[in-house]
T-cell receptor, first 115, second 113 residues
Framework: AQTVTQSQPEMSVQEAETVTLSCTYD???????LFWYKQPPSRQMILVIRQEAYKQQNATENRFSVNFQKAAKSFSLKISDSQLGDAAMYFCAYRGPNTGNQFYFGTGTSLTVIP | NAGVTQTPKFQVLKTGQSMTLQCAQDMNHNSMYWYRQDPGMGLRLIYY???????DKGEVPNGYNVSRLNKREFSLRLESAAPSQTSVYFCASRRLAGGGEQFFGPGTRLTVL
């Protein structure tokens, strides 16, 4: 099974600053999808951003962007101009074409935003 | 459009009791999933259903059963609850278009005493 590793259990950032959350994954597949989900204290899982492996361009959604390094199997999330509402648990997830419908999640990074 | 709904939101059981967690989606998605979330372990897949009429085991299926009642509904049953099943349970559905991301329900917090 594919593995997804988030090596930072906790991170903190000053409001308005930039923070990067790390994610690495292990796969032998060449075509796959990567996702970042946000889980605020409400517990609701919210999609932040997704990246298709066949696209070389890094995905961007407003203040959220990724640094996708396919050869290194790395998929980090950058949050710019951090806001108090960004405080949450962030999960990295992988889905590959040959893993059927299964998604593989990392263990999460808890982000604190300091006013 | 309610998305993915789950009932109940909270439940307390005694060891050995049974219960069914209900999940429904109104997005016409084919695939549906059940996860459990435990501290420090992320989300682990219990069962999934790629389409109506099919179900498959995930990473942690022991102690659970599922039913894909129709395209909209996917239930998770605990036949004889154990304290190790204390967790937060999430249902999700997946669209085929685009990146095929999952959409999640609000979760059920289950405590087994």
């Amino acid at each position: 099974a594919q593995t997804v590793t988030q090596s930072q259990p906790e991170m903190s950032v000053q409001e308005a600053e930039t923070v990067t959350l790390s994610c690495t994954y292990d796969t032998s597949e060449s075509d796959y999808y990567l996702f970042w989900y946000k889980q605020p204290p409400s517990r609701q899982m919210i999609l932040v951003i997704r990246q298709e492996a066949y696209k070389q361009q890094n995905a961007t959604e407003n203040r959220f962007s990724v640094n996708f390094q396919k050869a290194a199997k790395s998929f980090s999330l950058k949050i710019s101009d951090s806001q108090l509402g960004d405080a949450a648990m962030y999960f990295c997830a992988y889905r590959g074409p040959n893993t059927g419908n299964q998604f593989y999640f990392g263990t999460g990074t808890s982000l604190t935003v300091i006013p | 459009n309610a998305g993915v709904t789950q009932t109940p939101k909270f439940q307390v059981l005694k060891t050995g009791q049974s219960m069914t967690l209900q999940c429904a989606q109104d997005m016409n998605h084919n695939s549906m999933y059940w996860y459990r979330q435990d501290p420090g372990m992320g989300l682990r897949l219990i069962y999934y259903s790629a389409s109506e009429g099919t179900t498959d085991k995930g990473e942690v299926p022991n102690g659970y059963n599922v039913s894909r009642l129709n395209k909209r509904e996917f239930s998770l049953r605990l036949e004889s609850a154990a304290p190790s099943q204390t967790s937060v349970y999430f249902c999700a559905s997946r669209r085929l278009a685009g990146g095929g991301e999952q959409f999640f329900g609000p979760g059920t917090r289950l405590t087994v005493l």
